[in-house]
């Protein structure tokens, strides 16, 4: 180890084995939905801030979660359109750190803050009549609090245990940012205990918020099929249609992504490309349309404070 060379940057290939043709063709495409991204989530950041009719726990959550998804796909997407046009795609030890605290740090976030709002939703379609007193103001920030700072700490002991790895060979991260997998593959020593290790943090920070969303679910269900008229069980359903797609989207290509074998990463470089394209690019920019924009409140909202009417409505 003494007379090999310790690492001090790697070199993001991401999409380098394309065309330059095809890579300027991805940078345009990211971009556009980087722009969108940004917009989506932005506007309804500013309007459950500005609009009080939104100043209730679903919207407070779902802030938060919006929050997550503008800096997540920061994270990630300017280091990677900038690399699409450079010829140098270097990023330094730190700033491969940084970025991979900052990437898990904001994911376990959002999986801890869907199983928050699944609880909200089993206490306004379960107990409607005690809402207001069960998802109080302060109980609701003291629960995003939590959210936070417990998935700060697991994301700084993930990121302090593929950075205290010995890197002393090969640079060369076969991804378009610095993630787990394609890290632990260039590490000079033996890896196994410690991706063992990886994969029970991981492992909780998934099935955790999992299981909560599966007991509230259950007892959602369990509610809404005792619904006597059919219109009554379409409501109540419909207030939780978004939320599952958003879970099942997040939890699908985090699944695929850190809990399948080793093994099945290396067979399949490309594979993880997409769906690591799928959870940093595209779900931060479904999160507004699947969630959000299609909500009547948050429609209203938008034509009141746009001035524009009805134009918003008839967009989304």
Known sequence: MENQTVVTE?????????SVSLQILLFCL?????????????????????????????????????IIETFVTTVTVPKMLANLLAEEKGISFLGCATQLFFFLFLGITECFLL???SYDRYVAICDPLHYSAIMYKEKCAWLAAISWTGSMLLALRQTSLMFTLPYCGPNQIN?????????LKLACTDTSMRELEISIY?????????????????????????????????KAFSTCAS?????????????????????????????DKVVALFYAVMIPLLNPIVYSLRNKELKEALSKWSGTGKLFPQIF
Request: proline share 5%; with cysteine.
């Open 10 to 18: 790697f070199i993001l290939l991401g999409f380098s084995d394309l």
């Open 175 to 183: 991804h378009f940012f610095c993630d787990i997998p394609p890290l």
């Open 115 to 117: 199983a928050v709002m």
């Open 243 to 271: 939320h599952l797609i958003s879970v099942t989207l997040l939890y699908g290509s985090a699944t695929v992504a850190y809990l399948i074998p080793r093994s099945w990463h290396s067979q399949a470089l490309h594979s």
């Open 202 to 234: 991981g492992l909780c920070e998934l099935m955790t918020p999992c299981i909560l969303i599966l007991i509230s679910y259950t007892r959602i269900l369990s509610t809404i099929l005792r619904i006597a008229s059919a219109k009554g069980r379409q």
């Open 30 to 66: 990211f971009l556009v939905i980087y722009l969108f991204t940004l917009m989506g989530n932005l506007i309804i950041i500013a309007m459950v801030t500005l609009d009080p009719v939104l100043h209730t726990p679903m919207y407070f959550f779902l802030k938060n979660v919006s």
